[in-house]
Every structure is written in structure tokens, then in C-alpha cells.
């Protein structure tokens, strides 16, 4: 080693040299290992930041740059620095605490999107317990698509243990889209009920038709007292999976499996289900099942046999919302902070929202050519639905012509019975009713009712009337290729003759204004033309309201969404999570399956 010291005039003295070495010196090629040859530059921190951002993990990220190099010796700096930076980055992203950064990222969103909205809960002691966000896009996607939520909360996916509860529903081309994402540090009714409060009045206090979740007693309280108006259904796949387990008869006896699956979703009525119920106790011995006795209080809420005079677009389970959660569980891991989370599911959301356009774009640049071209009804459809909403109707239409038949046709054809070509003995038949003057057709089967598509039942029965098209009130615009234009431009068109308008002035104008604006801001962005057409038509339009108000301004503050307040917030606690932690919860034959075995080996 050698050690120099500097005088007052500057000159550099030697003041301690040791020759001999006290360690084997670094070869050639462990060179890079030193750290004095070890800096990571601005361009490969760049790399390595854009990767781990993307979902990329450190250490591929590294084995990346390795390759592009030639190797690890040429790369400039070792994994463990790769890593150290990456960890760097994060802590810099909540140096005010976890709990504030994550609230200055929202209040950032809310200057750059003024319709992003948030709002927080915190305890006595000013720590977090509970959040919920939604940006400008899915509150306009709520107004067009709000009518069934599948609300899941599976996965817990951060270092506190906060549930993570996401706000799921299906657009247009059947996909899913985010109305908003909330984390929760208990599961309980409080929660749940300053949750669902919260969300019906960012979205203006419009209630969803629907909302499906899981057997959850305390959800189950909370959607009864915030939710009145909303229709509750279970998700029947945790049913079924709970099943095996309660009812030991259910695997042995397939009439008894068979009856029950029935129940779950093959009745076109009450009576049907209360037969085909009755039929499987008696055939099981199951009159004293304590579950399956708590579980037919419960019936209104999972089977579709009671659910048929309600919009349910056919969902059977919350699955959409685990897809979602199985999503979230990839970008984030049991160590990541809030603000992790936040920021990973925003990128979530941005890949939906290409899948999204990309299907905009596919129904406005293509047409859709039906199966059987010369098929007037067919091309009915294809010119007003989605592509994929289109396929689901031409399966229909397929069935209708291939598969079903007119057993019996009233006097007045008022009154048609449907039933399958080659199954009328094993099916119960399906009973049309149809109004020819006011062009009304009501099939036992519902479908229309719970899915807004007409069935293969009525299909049947305009070719037997020989009709060339549907009538038009059953084109159901949610399910329309055009769907958000179709509704903001119909809002402005309809208001005016709409006594809720004149009666509802004030916040719902205002919102439908802003959301109006927004949408268009949003597609006029990037285009030239497009953003000088829209600030000048702001500014005539302006100019206009300056005349008719008398050429007094008047100028109103937006209200902020977020209750949370301006002082800083604690970090919460990490709370012991119920049950499993980040995984989905085993069904009964995966928690049969024998674990491998382990060996302890001692050397």
C-alpha cells in the first residue's frame, strides 16, 4: 500500500509504502471484480432501469447486458452492484415514507389527469389502513360499462399484507377492463362499506346491476348497506370447488353431481330448481346437510334460477377478477411497497387498454363477413356489434338454423315452443312469446334479459316468420363496435328531453361534461388538426357562453376527490395475513394431492 500527504505549498510526500503484498494479487480475468474497476455507467443504469421497470427481473437484466458485452468481465460492474442500484431506485421512490409518496403520486396524477380520483382511510394514530384509485379512463369506462362488477379479494401482494381488491368488468369486446383498485388492510365489514361507499360516489352515484364475489360474510353485509340497489350473486366456482369436500356423496353418486349442477345453472325457473333440488336431497339422504341447508338460504344469490329478470351478461364467477389478481401477483412480490404496486398495475392497465385499441382499430378497419353471407340478419349484426360480441351472435344464429326446431305455433302466432332437433326427449323445451305489432319477443330462457344478446330460441323463430332483421331496440348498445362515441354523443342529444337532466343539474352536468371533454382531449391527442380543431371550438364555444351569461364569468372550483387531507401519513403495519399469503386459495383435490418429500441431509 502506499499512503500520500500534501504540504502547504502542495507538493504531494510519500508518507507510508509497504512493498510486499498480504494477498495473492487479482488476475487478468478477475480484473472487473475489483472495485476500483467497477462503476456502473449512466447508459447500461439506463438499460438495467428500463428492464426491471418493464417486469424484467435484475438478474435477467444483467445476464441481457452480459450478452450484449460478451460477458460478465466486460460488462463494467458486478450483479450484486446491478442489484444494489435497482434497490436504490426504489428506496429514492418513498424517502418521505412509503404512505406519502404513494399519496404525492397521486396527487401528481390528479394535475396530469384532473379526473383521476383517490381516497384514503387512516386510524387514530394517522396510519394507513385502507385506499382506493381510479384514473379519468375507467370512470369513463364505468359510465358506458358499469352495470355487473366482479369484485375479488385473492392475493395479498405487498410487504404490509394489504389486500389487494380490483374493480372488474368486461367493455365491448368482452374484455376486461379496470374500474378502479383498491388495497385493504382487513378484510371487514367497515372496509368493505367505506369502500363501496366510496367508490359509488367517484362514479357519480351510479350503481352497478350487478356485482359478483365470493362467499365473504363480511362483503356479503357491506354490498347490503352500500349497495342497495345492486343485485349480490356468489361466484359458483368457489361453490363448486367447496363441494367435494362438504358433500362426500357428491363424488360417488353422479345423479347426485348431476342434480346439483343442474341447480347451479340449468334451470329456466324456480319450479325447475325447486324439483331438481328436492330430487338430489332425496336421492343423497341429504335432508340433515347442515351446509348444503345454509347453502339454499342463500339460493337468490348463486343460482340462475332466480336471477333471470337480472343483467348479469352471463358470468358465472369471478374468475375475470382472478385473472387480474394473477396479473397483479406477476409485477409484484410479498417485499414491494405501495407505491410498487401502484405503479406496476398502471402498467397493467396501459397494456389493457392497447389490447383495447387494438380491437378499435381492427372493427374500424375491417368488416366482418358472416359465416352465411346472403344472411340479412347476419349482416345486421356484423354492421352494428363488436367482432367479438358478433361471434357469440352468429354461434347463435348457427344454432338457431342447425340445431333447433318450431314444435308448436299458436293460433294467432303469438306462441311458439323451441327445442332441440335430436334431443327433445332428454331437454326441456323452450317457450317464445312474440308481439308481431309492437315487434316485443320474450323467450323462457332469458338470455336477452341477462346478456342483452338475443338467444338461438328467437333466432329460430324469426326464420320460421321469415324476417329479414331483428328489430332494432334488441341491438343493445353496450355491446356496439362504436359503444363510448355512440353513448357521449347520444348523452348531449337526450338530455335535453330528459326530465333527470332538468332535475339533476349541477353535479351530474358537470360530470358529463368533463367526462364528454375528456374522452375527446383523449382521441384528439398526438393529432395536430385534431387539437387545434378542438382549442378553437373551445374558444367559440366560450365565447357564446360569455353572451348568453350576460358577460359575467363565472368561474367554480373543482372539488378534490381525495379525503385523505394534506398532513404526512405513517407507513401501516405489516398485519398478519388470514390464511394464505400471495397465493390462490387450494380446492379440495389439490390439498389431497401428497407433498413431495423433503430429506435432511447431514454432512
Not at 347426485?256 to 340449468?266: A, E, I, N, S, Y
Not at 417485499?335 to 402498467?347: M, V
Amino acid at each position: 500500500m502506499v499512503r500520500f500527504v500534501t504540504d502547504e505549498d502542495g507538493y504531494w510526500h510519500v508518507k507510508r509504502f509497504i512493498e510486499s503484498h498480504n494477498h495473492e494479487l487479482a488476475s487478468p480475468a478477475d480484473r472487473h471484480l475489483l472495485r476500483s474497476c467497477r462503476n456502473v455507467i449512466e447508459e447500461k443504469a439506463s438499460v438495467l432501469k428500463s428492464m426491471t421497470n418493464a417486469g424484467i427481473r435484475t438478474v435477467d437484466a444483467y445476464a441481457y447486458l452480459a450478452e450484449e458485452v460478451g460477458g460478465c468481465e466486460n460488462v463494467g460492474f458486478s450483479k450484486r452492484d446491478a442489484y444494489n442500484l435497482i434497490q436504490k431506485e426504489k428506496r429514492a421512490r418513498i424517502e418521505i415514507g412509503d404512505t406519502n409518496s404513494l399519496i404525492q403520486l397521486f396527487k401528481d396524477r390528479q394535475v396530469e389527469d384532473h379526473m383521476f380520483a383517490w381516497d384514503v382511510q387512516y386510524d387514530d394514530q394517522d396510519r394507513l389502513l385502507n385506499f382506493f384509485w381510479v384514473d379519468g379512463r375507467s370512470r369513463i369506462d364505468y359510465e358506458c360499462f358499469g352495470d355487473v362488477l366482479i369484485f375479488d379479494t385473492s392475493y395479498r401482494l405487498n410487504k404490509y399484507n394489504f389486500v389487494c381488491a380490483p374493480f372488474v368488468g368486461v367493455n365491448n369486446h368482452w374484455q376486461n377492463i379496470l374500474f378502479g383498485v383498491a388495497f385493504l388492510s382487513e378484510e371487514t365489514i367497515e372496509s368493505f362499506t367505506w369502500l363501496f361507499k366510496v367508490f359509488v360516489r367517484i362514479m357519480g352515484n351510479k350503481y352497478p346491476t350487478t356485482i359478483f364475489t365470493d362467499q365473504d360474510q363480511a362483503m356479503a353485509r357491506a354490498i347490503e348497506a352500500a349497495l342497495p340497489h345492486t343485485r349480490h350473486r356468489l361466484c359458483q366456482w368457489h361453490i363448486f370447488k367447496k363441494v367435494p369436500s362438504k358433500v362426500s356423496i357428491y363424488n360417488s353418486n353422479n345423479k347426485v353431481r348431476g342434480l346439483f349442477h343442474k341447480c347451479m345453472r340449468w334451470c329456466d325457473s324456480e319450479e325447475v330448481f325447486e324439483e331438481a333440488w328436492n330430487e338430489m336431497i332425496k336421492e343423497g339422504n341429504l335432508h340433515n346437510h347442515e351446509w348444503l341447508q345454509d347453502l339454499y338460504k342463500i339460493r337468490r344469490k348463486w343460482s340462475t334460477a332466480f336471477n333471470k329478470d337480472s343483467f348479469c351478461m352471463g358470468i358465472l364467477s369471478t374468475q375475470r377478477s382472478e385473472c387480474t389478481n394473477n396479473v397483479c401477483h406477476g409485477i409484484s412480490k410479498p417485499t414491494s411497497s405501495l407505491t410498487d404496486c401502484f405503479l406496476g398495475l398502471e402498467k397493467v392497465l396501459m397494456n389493457w387498454r392497447r389490447n383495447e385499441q387494438d380491437e378499435d382499430y381492427k372493427c374500424s378497419q375491417s368488416e366482418i363477413v358472416p359465416v352465411i353471407k346472403n344472411s340479412s340478419i347476419l349482416k345486421q349484426a356484423a354492421r352494428y356489434y363488436s367482432r367479438r360480441i358478433y361471434s357469440i351472435f352468429e354461434e347463435e344464429f348457427i344454432k338457431a338454423v342447425g340445431e333447433m326446431s318450431i314444435d308448436f305455433v299458436s293460433t294467432d302466432s303469438s306462441k311458439y315452443i323451441v327445442n332441440y332437433i335430436e334431443k327433445k326427449n332428454q331437454n326441456h323445451p323452450w317457450v317464445v312469446h312474440f308481439d308481431a305489432t309492437e315487434g316485443n319477443i320474450q323467450c323462457s330462457c332469458k338470455k336477452y334479459e341477462t346478456m342483452g344478446l338475443l338467444c338461438s330460441h328467437c333466432l329460430r323463430v324469426f326464420k320460421q316468420l321469415d324476417m329479414a332483421k331483428f328489430p332494432e331496440k334488441y341491438l343493445l348498445l353496450r355491446w356496439s363496435a362504436r359503444a363510448r362515441q355512440v353513448f357521449y354523443s347520444g348523452y348531449f342529444l337526450n338530455s335535453q328531453r330528459s326530465n333527470n337532466f332538468q332535475s339533476g343539474r349541477g353535479f351530474i352536468f358537470r360530470n358529463q361534461v368533463s367526462r364528454f371533454a375528456y374522452q375527446m382531449s383523449t382521441e384528439a391527442q398526438g393529432n395536430e388538426e385534431a387539437e387545434e380543431f378542438i382549442l378553437s371550438s373551445l374558444q367559440d364555444m366560450y365565447k357564446k357562453l360569455y353572451l348568453i351569461l350576460g358577460g359575467k364569468k363565472r368561474n367554480q372550483k373543482d372539488v378534490a376527490s381525495s379525503q385523505g387531507g394534506t398532513a404526512d401519513l405513517k407507513d401501516p403495519l405489516k398485519r398478519r395475513p388470514k390464511g394464505i399469503s400471495n397465493a390462490r386459495l387450494k380446492s379440495h383435490w389439490e390439498k389431497k394431492k401428497r407433498p413431495k418429500s423433503k430429506f435432511l441431509i447431514i454432512c
